[in-house]
């Protein structure tokens, strides 16, 4: 179901294995980190006893490389699996997290860190040099993209699920209209999930992409090929419940 290289070694019930903690140190030494060159993953703690709001949490992952996990819980569980794979990118969200700080939102945040939010918890990587099957997608063109193209998407596109929402839904409870928010990378579909890291980081760093004016595109992870036999019948994508047209603006 998911896509190839994406480690999925959580267990069903959300228990992580203790030589996991891939930010620790020898002699138990957590050190602050105060810039945005540190290349290790977080170490892992439990909750701590006064709860932390959200720019809390992503304040203690910036300064003291700490991501909070609660025991036996899939969604947290799956947060530090994505955050082995993607360290500089995961890193450079909580950044801008910190740096954007509140707003005078009805939720508290600005723009920005909702649309940082949304990704981080749904979104898909598409990792392709085919702006033209980009376009297709923004025309929510899904026969001629997953159909007529298919060969050529399934040679030239590969698609990453990045999102631990999203992950945790596979997982716990999976329903076939599951769409997820996509983020085409312009980089070679044969790019390694670090050098695709090292890139989408730069990029967030950069406000190149995931801005306050970042438009999403939905991606219906049924019709992505080659992950679900039902998708090798062309009528699959007839589904309009699924596969929805674009929205004209009135």
């Not at 996990?69 to 993607?86: E, G, I, K, S, Y």
Request: hydrophobic fraction near 40%; glycine fraction near 6%; charge should be neutral.
């Amino acid at each position: 179901m998911l896509a190839s290289g994406f480690p999925c070694i959580a267990s069903s019930d959300g228990s992580i294995a203790n030589d996991f903690v891939g930010g620790a140190r020898p002699g138990g030494e957590h050190p602050v980190y105060s810039n945005s060159e540190t290349k290790f993953p977080p170490r892992l703690i439990p909750p701590l006893v006064r709860a932390l709001g959200a720019l809390e949490f992503e304040r203690r992952l910036v300064e003291h490389n700490e991501l909070i996990v609660r025991p036996n819980n899939l969604h947290d569980t799956v947060n530090a699996l994505v955050w082995q794979v993607f360290p500089l990118t995961k890193r450079a969200i909580s950044e801008a997290h910190v740096a954007l700080g509140a707003a005078n939102t009805a939720n508290g945040r600005p723009r920005r860190r909702d649309v940082l939010t949304l990704f981080d918890e749904a979104g898909a990587l598409i990792i392709s040099e085919r702006s033209d099957l980009r376009a297709l997608h923004e025309a929510h063109a899904w026969r001629r993209l997953f159909v007529d193209h298919r060969a050529e998407f399934k040679r030239d596109c590969r698609v990453v699920l990045f999102g631990h929402g999203t992950l945790e839904q596979l997982a716990s409870n999976p329903h076939r209209g599951l769409t997820v928010k996509a983020l085409w990378v312009n980089v070679s579909c044969e790019s390694s999930l670090s050098q695709v890291d090292h890139w989408l980081a730069d990029q967030i760093r950069r406000d190149n992409v995931l801005d306050a004016r970042e438009r999403r595109l939905a991606l219906p992870i049924l019709g992505v090929p080659g992950w679900f036999a039902e998708n090798s019948d062309p009528a699959c994508y007839d589904d309009v419940a699924v596969f929805r047209p674009l929205r004209v603006p009135r």
